[in-house]
T-cell receptor, first 113, second 118 residues
Framework: GESVGLHLPTLSVQEGDNSIINCAYSNSASDYFIWYKQESGKGPQFIIDIRSNMDKRQGQRVTVLLNKTVKHLSLQIAATQPGDSAVYFCAENIRDTGNQFYFGTGTSLTVIP | GAVVSQHPSRVICKSGTSVKIECRSLDFQATTMFWYRQFPKQSLMLMATSNEGSKATYEQGVEKDKFLINHASLTLSTLTVTSAHPEDSSFYIC??????????????FGPGTRLTVL
């Protein structure tokens, strides 16, 4: 299996500021990545994805950056809102291995009003 | 589109009993579904890949006789926790790929099932 989180890192930001959440992945063969948002007691919700042939992808208020050299992903949230408070996970996938996704440790984001 | 449901959302059972959790794809057909478990304040851990019409593929360290998976149709996979014990208490989440979606690799998750074994 891949890396499994033990304790969630936390990040607190002021409402309106930008947030940056980081993720290190373990397998250099991973070629597809997704960021998920999970609110307490709920299943993960898709935010944005990126393939390994890209290094940046933008969505609405969110940007994902991929650095394959150091196996690092980041999620940038612009103008963070209280509704963004949740746990954020990156998930990595190797296409040819059956589409299994392996989740990173996760980061708990708290937005201070 | 791409909605995945789970039932029940919460279950409490006595030690030694078996519990069945259902995962359904509501508006698409899923040949492959995935089962995860999540402990409090921890990440999701992939347990197994559920394949329609064939045996599930289990991740290393997951007991297949303990966690029975059946994928009887293109819209339903079930996870049965057999002879449950308190250490099986966890949040169980399923996901499915929508092969007809514009991004066929994306997995959509169910809302999860909270299992508490007394």
């Amino acid at each position: 299996g891949e890396s499994v989180g033990l304790h969630l890192p936390t990040l607190s930001v002021q409402e309106g500021d930008n947030s940056i959440i980081n993720c290190a992945y373990s397998n250099s063969a991973s070629d597809y990545f997704i960021w998920y948002k999970q609110e307490s007691g709920k299943g993960p919700q898709f935010i944005i994805d990126i393939r390994s042939n890209m290094d940046k992808r933008q969505g609405q208020r969110v940007t994902v950056l991929l650095n394959k050299t150091v196996k690092h992903l980041s999620l940038q949230i612009a103008a963070t809102q209280p509704g963004d408070s949740a746990v954020y996970f990156c998930a990595e996938n190797i296409r040819d291995t059956g589409n299994q996704f392996y989740f990173g440790t996760g980061t708990s984001l708290t937005v201070i009003p | 589109g791409a909605v995945v449901s789970q039932h029940p959302s919460r279950v409490i059972c006595k030690s030694g009993t078996s519990v069945k959790i259902e995962c359904r794809s509501l508006d698409f057909q899923a040949t492959t579904m995935f089962w995860y478990r999540q402990f409090p304040k921890q990440s999701l851990m992939l347990m197994a890949t559920s394949n329609e019409g064939s045996k599930a593929t289990y991740e290393q360290g997951v007991e297949k006789d303990k966690f029975l998976i059946n994928h009887a149709s293109l819209t339903l996979s079930t996870l049965t926790v057999t002879s449950a014990h308190p250490e099986d208490s966890s949040f169980y989440i399923c996901s499915a790929r929508d092969p007809s979606g514009h991004t066929t690799d994306t997995q959509y998750f169910g809302p999860g099932t909270r299992l508490t074994v007394l």
